[in-house]
Nanobody, 115 residues
Protein backbone atom coordinates (compact mmCIF):
# COMPACT_ATOMS: atom_id res chain seq x y z
CA UNK A 1 0.00 0.00 0.00
CA UNK A 2 1.32 3.41 -1.01
CA UNK A 3 0.13 6.71 0.40
CA UNK A 4 0.83 10.14 -1.03
CA UNK A 5 0.25 13.27 1.02
CA UNK A 6 0.35 16.66 -0.67
CA UNK A 7 0.85 20.02 1.00
CA UNK A 8 1.55 23.61 0.04
CA UNK A 9 -1.48 24.66 -1.94
CA UNK A 10 -3.33 27.89 -1.34
CA UNK A 11 -4.35 31.26 -2.70
CA UNK A 12 -1.81 33.49 -4.42
CA UNK A 13 -1.93 36.53 -6.67
CA UNK A 14 -0.93 36.29 -10.30
CA UNK A 15 2.83 36.55 -10.64
CA UNK A 16 3.38 34.97 -7.26
CA UNK A 17 4.91 31.66 -6.25
CA UNK A 18 3.94 28.50 -4.40
CA UNK A 19 5.79 25.31 -3.55
CA UNK A 20 3.95 22.01 -3.41
CA UNK A 21 5.28 18.97 -1.59
CA UNK A 22 4.35 15.31 -1.86
CA UNK A 23 5.50 12.75 0.69
CA UNK A 24 5.23 9.09 -0.27
CA UNK A 25 5.09 6.23 2.19
CA UNK A 26 4.62 2.49 1.89
CA UNK A 27 6.23 -0.15 -0.28
CA UNK A 28 7.37 0.65 -3.79
CA UNK A 29 10.21 -0.05 -6.16
CA UNK A 30 13.24 2.18 -6.15
CA UNK A 31 12.78 2.69 -9.89
CA UNK A 32 9.75 4.91 -10.18
CA UNK A 33 8.41 8.14 -11.60
CA UNK A 34 6.85 10.82 -9.40
CA UNK A 35 4.73 13.49 -10.95
CA UNK A 36 2.26 16.29 -10.58
CA UNK A 37 -1.00 16.55 -12.47
CA UNK A 38 -3.77 19.11 -12.26
CA UNK A 39 -7.46 19.33 -12.94
CA UNK A 40 -9.31 22.59 -13.43
CA UNK A 41 -13.11 22.79 -13.13
CA UNK A 42 -14.78 21.29 -16.18
CA UNK A 43 -11.50 20.05 -17.63
CA UNK A 44 -9.68 16.75 -17.76
CA UNK A 45 -6.75 15.98 -15.51
CA UNK A 46 -3.51 16.94 -17.25
CA UNK A 47 0.18 16.35 -16.77
CA UNK A 48 2.16 19.17 -15.19
CA UNK A 49 5.59 17.61 -14.64
CA UNK A 50 7.31 14.32 -13.83
CA UNK A 51 10.67 13.34 -12.39
CA UNK A 52 12.12 9.85 -12.48
CA UNK A 53 14.18 8.17 -9.79
CA UNK A 54 17.14 8.79 -12.11
CA UNK A 55 16.42 12.52 -12.09
CA UNK A 56 15.11 12.99 -15.61
CA UNK A 57 12.29 15.50 -15.86
CA UNK A 58 9.40 16.22 -18.18
CA UNK A 59 7.16 19.31 -18.29
CA UNK A 60 3.96 20.37 -19.95
CA UNK A 61 4.61 23.15 -22.45
CA UNK A 62 2.32 25.47 -20.50
CA UNK A 63 4.58 25.42 -17.42
CA UNK A 64 8.06 25.20 -18.95
CA UNK A 65 10.30 27.93 -17.62
CA UNK A 66 7.95 28.69 -14.72
CA UNK A 67 7.64 25.43 -12.77
CA UNK A 68 10.42 23.20 -11.47
CA UNK A 69 9.96 19.64 -10.26
CA UNK A 70 12.47 17.97 -7.96
CA UNK A 71 12.66 15.06 -5.58
CA UNK A 72 14.46 13.96 -2.46
CA UNK A 73 15.37 10.34 -3.04
CA UNK A 74 16.07 9.51 0.57
CA UNK A 75 12.62 10.67 1.67
CA UNK A 76 10.69 9.76 -1.49
CA UNK A 77 9.34 13.27 -1.59
CA UNK A 78 8.69 15.36 -4.65
CA UNK A 79 8.40 19.12 -4.88
CA UNK A 80 6.84 21.44 -7.42
CA UNK A 81 8.14 24.99 -7.32
CA UNK A 82 5.68 27.19 -9.17
CA UNK A 83 6.77 30.71 -10.13
CA UNK A 84 5.14 33.42 -12.22
CA UNK A 85 1.75 31.88 -11.56
CA UNK A 86 -1.11 32.71 -13.89
CA UNK A 87 -4.85 32.60 -13.31
CA UNK A 88 -5.03 29.66 -15.72
CA UNK A 89 -2.86 27.66 -13.31
CA UNK A 90 -5.83 27.51 -10.93
CA UNK A 91 -6.67 23.83 -10.36
CA UNK A 92 -6.51 20.95 -7.95
CA UNK A 93 -2.99 19.58 -8.10
CA UNK A 94 -2.47 15.85 -7.62
CA UNK A 95 0.71 14.00 -6.73
CA UNK A 96 1.35 10.71 -8.51
CA UNK A 97 3.83 7.84 -8.38
CA UNK A 98 4.17 5.08 -10.96
CA UNK A 99 6.23 1.87 -10.88
CA UNK A 100 5.97 -1.62 -12.40
CA UNK A 101 2.44 -0.97 -13.66
CA UNK A 102 1.20 0.43 -10.37
CA UNK A 103 -0.22 3.93 -10.27
CA UNK A 104 -1.05 5.85 -7.07
CA UNK A 105 -2.59 9.26 -6.49
CA UNK A 106 -2.73 11.72 -3.65
CA UNK A 107 -5.96 13.40 -2.60
CA UNK A 108 -5.06 16.69 -4.22
CA UNK A 109 -4.35 20.21 -3.06
CA UNK A 110 -6.12 23.32 -4.31
CA UNK A 111 -4.11 26.07 -5.98
CA UNK A 112 -6.00 29.28 -6.69
CA UNK A 113 -4.36 32.16 -8.56
CA UNK A 114 -6.22 35.47 -8.38
CA UNK A 115 -5.89 38.31 -10.87
Amino acid sequence: QVQLVESGGGLVQAGGSLRLSCAASGSFFSTNVMGWYRQAPGKQRELVATVSSYGSTNYADSVKGRFTISRDGAKITSYLQMNSLKTEDTAVYYCNIKFRGYNYWGQGTQVTVSS
